[in-house]
């Protein structure tokens, strides 16, 4: 089992509507998660972090955590064509991220 | 810079040969690693520097991989004798979190990466 999955994709999605990406961690003393946007050869990019249960939210983006479940959420939305890109959900413990394979997001216009 | 700066950005090795890969990390900025990312994969992590301490080399694939980061900034990873499983993206982070404890605020930021392709 890995330590990190993510919901498989490709994840379509047409202009204005919400992206619900989900990710779910094996390591129950994780104590930070993120979300990471990258697109194709590119790096990634840190949109989100989140640390205790509940919802963050930040512009168009909002983290959900529930560490009962072991679960990390990310919705976007209004989604927009520059919204299309691979986003990797990361869980920290100490130093080290683990991070999901990733899941490909296109927004169609 | 702002960012973190990785040099060279693509890198062409024959296999059997010795690459260097260079990390510029944010200024400031404690906290270093190393992740491998192979094509469609999430990176995996390499190693770990507290300024010039290497404390962590465990996702280091073998002994052919070394890291350094002598004066607590910029890092090299060097790779000795490549192979053609070492083709990946290698990608530098830096974070100011020491880890020392349980802290907030432990965002790393990534640089462009060096696509390593061995031939």
């Known amino acids: 089992q890995k330590e990190v999955e993510q919901n498989s994709g490709p994840l379509s999605v047409p202009e204005g509507a919400i992206a619900s990406l989900n990710c779910t961690y094996s390591?129950?003393?994780?104590?930070?998660f993120f979300w990471y946007r990258q697109y194709s050869g590119k790096s990634p990019e840190l949109i989100m972090s989140i640390y205790s249960n509940g919802d963050k939210e930040d512009g168009r983006f909002t983290a959900q955590l529930n560490k009962a479940s072991q679960y990390v959420s990310l919705l976007i939305r209004d989604s927009q064509p520059s919204d299309s890109a691979t986003y990797l959900c990361?869980?920290?413990?100490?130093?080290?991220?683990?991070f999901g394979a990733g899941t490909t997001v296109t927004v169609r216009a | 810079g702002a960012g973190v700066s990785q040099s060279p950005r693509y890198k062409v090795a024959k296999r059997g040969q010795d690459v260097a890969l260079r990390c510029d990390p944010i200024?400031?900025?404690?906290?270093l690693f190393w992740y491998q990312q192979a094509l469609g994969q999430g990176p995996e992590f390499l190693t770990y520097?507290?300024?010039?301490?290497?404390?962590?080399k465990s996702g280091l694939p073998s002994d052919r991989f070394f890291a350094e980061r002598p004066e607590g900034s910029v890092s090299t990873l060097k790779i000795q004798r490549t192979q053609q499983e070492d083709s990946a993206v290698y990608l530098c982070?830096?974070?100011?979190?020491?880890?020392?404890?349980?802290?907030?605020?432990?965002?790393?930021?990534f640089g462009q990466g060096t696509r390593l392709t061995v031939v």
């Open positions: 390591d129950r003393g994780s104590q930070s």
């Open positions: 982070a830096s974070s100011l979190a020491q880890f020392v404890r349980r802290t907030m605020n432990t965002e790393a930021f």
């Open positions: 520097f507290q300024n010039e301490a290497q404390l962590d």
């Open positions: 990361a869980v920290g413990n100490d130093y080290k991220l683990s």
């Open positions: 200024s400031g900025h404690v906290s």
